[in-house]
């Protein structure tokens, strides 16, 4: 008897994606052809063997009245492998859906893939799930009432929200309608949801790509998030190339429009050669292709551990990769992933992990981070920080403005949580934690400081530097780099000067020269602080990058030699004097100029390391002094020497401001 319905009406806008899942056999495919009219299965082995090995697709379109209204709407299905074989396809087909169909023919009950489909289903975050128990016409009532008894008991390990029970026969169709009618109503009520579709960047999952002849390259799949239109600009994330959308069509219709959650065909401006089943097409600004990633991991049994010298398999969208895992807080099962290949993920996207050889499903997970710090991954201060992104936008947002001491990186922020950065700007502006946001002109353009955070920052450059009048009277202030090792925050120097400035302008402190001060202190001198500011000092400016050794100073100021040295000691103390090496003191603005000429020296070798004779050609200065130069360098942890050669350890601002 051929039940098979067909098509009225024209495919629409308002969406449900439906994937199909369940032991291999049960009847999944037959269902779909049932609700839809559409055979799934379209390779040649599927139809030999009799089961599903590559995703199908296929849509139901209906239309409601409401208030006198006419809406059409439309049922899309992903028909998924049941073979354990092809758990990797059926994998790629349900990572981008919000809804699934289960099926279970009720002579067999619950079978293995039955139970994986259902452990993934519930991982990947779907919700609502309904339930087919297909084949009522091979056994009798009782057994159907039994097999749904099982699978009331066996859910009670899962969390989906919302579970439906339907028997059918995809032989007679009973019980295909009931189950339509209520695919059908939850289509209505998804459709009256509410989406920040115009507030999230586009990213356009591809699961198929074909050529057609006069049209070109055609992809399938479905928009994520964002809104889509013909004529829009898209990168190929895997390639950075752009396409232009010359066309959407959704089922056989075309349109004009495609917003968040629906599944459509593209025409695109790109070789079909470039695209392959897990491309994203994304926006440009959101670009951000990963090897490591944070995220918290959730294993299907609680005793489960990770290796972290083994590979595992992870499934995201529609696209599997080679990873490693490494766990950060077994607690909060947070959870750093090393991929072999980059991936272009962000905030809340969900993924699958398998074991080693593939052959079971250990675990499932949703991104946290794609910046992730090269030290400390495990710190508290860097768990604090997960704890506080592990958190929907505008909550992340806020958090972090409140409790991170160097504020936050709008533009890592609009990367990571699929933000476009204008609208992260109007996220800022409706925070319940007041920012301060540093000037266009400056170098952190989209960094943003918590005002909490500012003013605390404020109170303790304004304490330091009392105290530091207080214990050293005779000086006239502190150098930007004493104060940023005295705050001791990791990486202060990226927002110190701009705060400074912030308390410079509104009159709480001066600058004399290179040095901090409180408005009212008055310096006094000692004997030797007023004879190094008069003798000395512009000695050492004038001198530059090659300033008089000890006994020269002698010759210059008329000093004598004991005098000096103790003059220079005192000074030193002070932190107003450098000693490079036993005869030889600089003034620490040119230990700072010096530091900035090391590293363009560096940055201008192909592999960063410069040798003592590079360093002489390049600065004017004579052998042994530059020697000396990089010896005390290495003493403070700014260059390290390999061999014949020098390669710079850290940023010159961690250690010279």
Request: charged fraction near 25%; proline fraction near 4%; hydrophobic fraction near 40%.
């Amino acid at each position: 008897m051929n039940n098979t319905p067909v098509q009225k009406f024209k495919s629409a806008p308002r969406q449900l994606i439906i994937a199909t899942a369940g032991h291999v056999d049960h009847g999944k495919t037959a269902l779909v052809r049932q609700l839809t009219g559409v055979e799934t299965d379209t390779l040649q082995a599927e139809k030999d063997r009799g089961l599903t090995i590559n995703l199908g697709y296929a849509y139901h379109h209906f239309q409601s009245e409401k208030t006198g209204e006419t809406r059409p709407f439309s049922l899309g299905f992903v028909d998924v492998p049941g073979h354990t074989d092809f758990i990797h396809n059926m994998l790629a087909g349900v990572g981008s859906v919000d809804f699934a169909l289960l099926v279970v023919a009720a002579d067999d009950g619950i079978m293995p893939q039955t139970r994986e489909h259902l452990a993934i289903l519930g991982l990947l975050g779907v919700s609502e799930l309904a339930i087919a128990i297909s084949k009522i016409d091979r056994v009798d009532a009782t057994r159907v009432t039994a097999v749904e008894q099982e699978l009331e008991m066996f859910l009670q390990s899962f969390q989906f929200e919302r579970v439906h029970f339907f028997t059918v026969s995809n032989i007679n169709g009973d019980g295909i309608a009931e189950l339509q009618r209520h695919l059908e109503m939850r289509a209505l009520n998804l459709s009256n949801r509410t989406t920040d579709a115009g507030k999230s960047g586009t990213r356009f999952l591809i699961d198929r790509s074909f050529s057609v002849k006069g049209i070109g390259t055609v992809v399938t799949g479905s928009l994520r998030a964002g809104k889509l239109a013909e004529g829009d600009q898209l990168v190929l994330a895997q390639h950075e190339e752009t396409a232009r959308i010359k066309g959407i069509r959704l089922d056989k219709d075309p349109i004009p429009m495609l917003d968040s959650g629906q599944r459509a065909a593209l025409n695109i401006t790109l070789s079909h050669d470039l695209v392959q089943r897990g491309s994203w097409l994304i926006e440009a600004d959101m670009l951000h292709p990963v090897i490591r990633f944070d995220c918290r991991i959730t294993p299907l049994k609680q005793d489960a551990s990770f290796r972290p010298g083994a590979q595992y398999h992870l499934y995201h969208g529609s696209s599997h990769y080679l990873v490693s895992l490494r766990s950060l807080d077994p607690v909060a099962g947070y959870f750093q992933i090393r991929s072999h290949e980059p991936l272009q993920v962000c905030y809340g996207d969900r993924f699958i992990i398998r074991d080693p050889a593939a052959t079971e499903t250990l675990a499932g997970g949703y991104v946290i981070d794609t910046y992730v710090p090269r030290r400390g991954r495990s710190s508290e201060a860097r768990l604090l920080e997960l704890a506080a992104k592990d958190n929907k936008p505008p909550a992340a947002l806020a958090k972090l403005l409140h409790e991170a001491k160097l504020g936050v990186d709008l533009q890592q922020f609009s990367r990571n949580y699929n933000i476009p950065l204008n609208n992260v700007q109007v996220l800022l502006e409706s925070s319940a934690s007041e920012a301060i946001v540093f000037p266009a002109n400056s170098l952190l353009v989209h960094r943003a400081l918590g005002l909490s955070q500012f003013k605390s920052l404020q109170n303790a450059i304004l304490k330091l530097i009392s105290e530091y009048h207080q214990s050293h009277p005779s000086e006239t202030g502190i150098s930007e780099p004493q104060l940023s090792r005295q705050l001791e925050i990791p990486n202060i120097h990226m927002i110190l000067s701009l705060v400074i400035e912030h308390l410079r302008s509104s009159g709480k402190i001066s600058r004399e020269g290179t040095l901090l001060q409180l408005p009212d202190h008055k310096a006094v001198l000692s004997k030797e602080e007023t004879e190094f500011m008069e003798k000395i000092h512009p000695l050492l400016l004038s001198a530059g990058n090659v300033p008089p050794r000890t006994r020269e100073l002698v010759e210059m100021t008329g000093i004598p030699l004991k005098a000096l040295e103790r003059i220079l000691r005192e000074v030193t103390k002070s932190g107003s004097l450098v000693q490079i090496a036993q005869n030889r003191h600089f003034l620490p603005a040119t230990v700072a100029e010096l530091a900035s000429f090391t590293e363009a020296l560096a940055a201008s070798k192909e592999d960063g390391a410069f040798s003592v004779i590079e360093f002489r050609d390049a600065s004017g200065i004579g052998r042994n002094l530059c020697i000396e130069i990089l010896e005390y360098f290495d003493g403070r942890g700014f260059t390290r020497r390999d061999g014949n050669a020098r390669l710079l350890r850290t940023d010159k601002d961690n250690i010279f401001g």
